[in-house]
């Protein structure tokens, strides 16, 4: 089993930034590719972010890419997700995620590849 916490939303105007953080525990952090997922009220949760176990290989969301930036670190069991230039439609619960995996270098963007998933944490951009 792995434990996610995510922590770091919050309520920012349009143009802020934040950083939202995930930590892990429970089993060898490593060893999973992460992601990041959101859901906005009345819709689907949608792949965000993602990041291979190594942290060498990223991918984004289109609406996301160029703004958001994830990044993982292995000795503190941390995946985060910096937001900038935050625009109303980023509103949502954002949701950290961990998929095991035997592939180093690889990351996923389905949210059914994924095996563990936090709580969510509320992010509110006002215009």
């Known amino acids: 089993q792995v434990q996610l916490v995510e922590s770091g939303g919050g309520l920012v105007q349009a143009g802020g930034s934040l950083r939202l953080s995930c930590a892990a525990s429970?089993?060898?952090?490593?060893?999973?590719?992460m992601g990041w997922f959101r859901q906005a009220p009345g819709k689907e949760r949608e792949f965000v972010a993602a990041i291979s176990r190594s942290g060498g290989s990223t991918g984004y969301a289109d609406s996301v890419k160029g703004r958001f930036t994830i990044a993982r670190d292995n000795a503190k069991n941390t995946v985060y997700l910096r937001m900038n230039s935050l625009i109303p439609e980023d509103t949502a619960v954002y949701y950290c995620?961990?998929?095991?995996?035997?592939?180093?270098?690889?990351?996923?963007?389905?949210?059914?590849?994924?095996?563990?998933w936090g709580q969510g944490t509320q992010v509110t951009v006002s215009s």
């Open positions: 995620a961990a998929r095991s995996s035997v592939l180093v270098a690889t990351y996923a963007t389905s949210s059914s590849s994924y095996n563990y």
């Open positions: 429970g089993r060898t952090f490593s060893n999973y590719g």
